[in-house]
């Protein structure tokens, strides 16, 4: 009788062990069957790194083209300008401004717009700024890598941005002899006017651009109060 049970107790219990496994084995596929899906994470590269999936995005979908009127046309890489120049001395002389493409992001372009090398002017003075242009609107960009890698990887414009071209007309917020930074865009048949100047001061800064449709920028102006240390240009004819 002590035969009998023990065998019936041993036979059971190869039976229940066997069970076991054979759950685990199909527990061990199910979760194998997840980890092989044929659709890749989007967080993971085929090198098994971690990569940012939306900053890859914005810039493997850039804008093939950015037809905005106001801006430059061809791709040109540099255009002529008469200038004038008041610093130490007054200088008038043709120069050249360099339309360096940066970057070609998912909603736009950035540009970088610079003079070549002038006597007596400020390197900084050279460079009129990081511009992105959209189809109806260009921004002048504060050219920092927190704003840049904004540009590249988020929907969103740097806090700092400031439309410097448009259809529509932007409003003086201030009063023109209230104290203060006054920003300004003027439509006027085929130009736009984006002006800004520091009144707080007797020497504040002044900046402006003048847009023409089909032409690009055809006059830039900044500079401090009473002139010091100031730029014009004006697009050549030839």
């Given at each position: 009788m002590k035969k009998a049970l023990i065998v019936i107790l041993t036979i059971g219990c190869?039976?229940?062990?066997g069970c076991?496994?054979?759950?685990?084995?199909?527990?061990?596929?199910?979760?194998?069957?997840?980890?092989?899906?044929?659709?890749?994470?989007?967080?993971?590269?085929?090198?098994?790194?971690?990569t940012d999936s939306t900053n890859s995005k914005s810039i493997a979908t850039g804008a093939e083209s950015v037809d905005n009127s106001f801006f430059f046309k061809g791709n040109v890489p540099q255009l002529n300008?008469?200038?004038?120049?008041?610093?130490?001395?007054?200088?008038?002389?043709?120069?050249?401004?360099?339309?360096?493409?940066?970057?070609?992001?998912k909603y736009g372009k950035l540009y970088e717009l610079k003079l070549d090398s002038i006597d007596g002017v400020p390197n900084d003075r050279l460079d009129?700024?990081?511009?992105?242009?959209?189809?109806?609107?260009?921004?002048?960009?504060?050219?920092?890598?927190?704003n840049f890698n904004k540009l590249k990887t988020s929907t969103e414009l740097p806090?700092?941005?400031?439309?410097?071209?448009?259809?529509?007309?932007?409003?003086?917020?201030?009063?023109?002899?209230?104290a203060g930074w006054h920003k300004y865009i003027i439509v006027n048949g085929?130009?736009?006017?984006?002006?800004?100047?520091?009144?707080?001061?007797s020497?504040?800064?002044?900046?402006?651009?003048?847009?023409?449709?089909?032409?690009?920028?055809?006059?830039?102006?900044s500079g401090y109060g009473a002139e010091r240390d100031s730029i014009e240009l004006n697009l050549s004819n030839n």
């Amino acid at each position: 009788m002590k035969k009998a049970l023990i065998v019936i107790l041993t036979i059971g219990c190869i039976f229940i062990t066997g069970c076991a496994k054979s759950n685990n084995t199909s527990n061990i596929s199910k979760q194998g069957d997840s980890v092989c899906s044929l659709e890749p994470s989007p967080q993971v590269n085929s090198n098994n790194n971690k990569t940012d999936s939306t900053n890859s995005k914005s810039i493997a979908t850039g804008a093939e083209s950015v037809d905005n009127s106001f801006f430059f046309k061809g791709n040109v890489p540099q255009l002529n300008y008469k200038g004038a120049f008041l610093f130490n001395t007054v200088v008038e002389k043709d120069v050249k401004l360099n339309i360096n493409e940066v970057a070609n992001l998912k909603y736009g372009k950035l540009y970088e717009l610079k003079l070549d090398s002038i006597d007596g002017v400020p390197n900084d003075r050279l460079d009129l700024g990081y511009f992105y242009v959209q189809k109806d609107k260009i921004y002048k960009i504060k050219p920092t890598e927190e704003n840049f890698n904004k540009l590249k990887t988020s929907t969103e414009l740097p806090k700092d941005s400031v439309i410097v071209c448009q259809d529509k007309e932007i409003k003086d917020t201030l009063g023109e002899e209230e104290a203060g930074w006054h920003k300004y865009i003027i439509v006027n048949g085929d130009t736009r006017e984006y002006h800004s100047y520091n009144n707080q001061v007797s020497t504040g800064y002044y900046e402006s651009f003048t847009w023409d449709k089909n032409k690009g920028l055809i006059n830039y102006r900044s500079g401090y109060g009473a002139e010091r240390d100031s730029i014009e240009l004006n697009l050549s004819n030839n």
